[in-house]
């Protein structure tokens, strides 16, 4: 099992530009988040899903735009890059149920320029 | 609000200096606290739950407790591979049964040899 798959590891942008950051795992679990992660600020969720079709904004979601058309797969998508998005970009999943042990990818560090 | 403050923020030890991170934490009812370690250039990586005040865990050289307002991962005889950065997160009980944990802005470790 690959676990939480995510890409690009490192990607530069202009501002302006749009991208998305990729995320998808095998594991079938049905909750899937992003965070993300900027010095002294900790981690901070953007948004997440408790299932296919269904998404949900957390903390700081401004800029961000998500879709969940399959359990596997949510995407991230950065439709104007803004200096202020500059940050490594994490993608976590969880099993369900009442726990909260998530699982979490390697990450995704983004320069805007 | 739920709010989770680590400290210190960053902990220097020697190797075989024994010493504990805390994690205070403010929520309208816990589920579940969480420690995470996270190494440079990686993806947090989960290390303990704790359900209830009293409840304790040991993982080699890791102790995690937990009180009602805080909880404490206790660290004996460090070694260097024990640098990292350590996170705390706790879940709410919360009607709908939202999985969202608040994380703490995490405890930098280095062990020197």
């Known amino acids: 099992n690959a676990g939480v798959t995510q890409t690009p590891k490192f990607q530069v942008l202009k501002t302006g530009q749009s991208m998305t950051l990729q995320c998808a795992q095998d594991?079938?679990?049905?909750?899937m988040s992003w965070y993300r992660q900027d010095p002294g600020m900790g981690l901070r969720l953007i948004h997440y899903s408790v299932g296919a079709g269904i998404t949900d904004q957390g903390e700081v979601p401004n800029g961000y735009n998500v879709s969940r058309s399959t359990t596997e797969d949510f995407p991230l998508r950065l439709l104007s890059a803004a200096p202020s998005q500059t940050s490594v970009y994490f993608c976590?999943?969880?099993?369900?149920?009442?726990?909260?042990?998530?699982?979490f990818g390697e990450g995704s560090r983004l320069t805007v320029l | 609000e739920d709010q989770v403050t680590q400290s210190p923020e960053a902990l220097r030890l020697q190797e075989g200096e024994s010493s504990s991170l805390n994690c205070s934490y403010t929520v309208s009812g816990l589920r579940g606290l969480f420690w995470y370690r996270q190494d440079p250039g990686k993806g947090p990586e989960f290390l303990f739950t704790l359900y209830s005040a009293g409840e304790e865990k040991e993982k080699e050289r890791l102790k995690a407790t937990l009180t009602k307002k805080e909880s404490f991962l206790h660290i004996t005889a460090p070694k260097p591979e024990d640098s990292a950065t350590y996170l705390c997160a706790v879940q709410a009980v919360r009607a709908g049964g939202s999985y969202i944990p608040t994380f703490g802005r995490g405890t930098s470790l280095i062990v020197h040899p």
């Open positions: 594991m079938n679990h049905e909750y």
């Open positions: 976590a999943t969880l099993e369900g149920g009442n726990t909260g042990e998530l699982f």
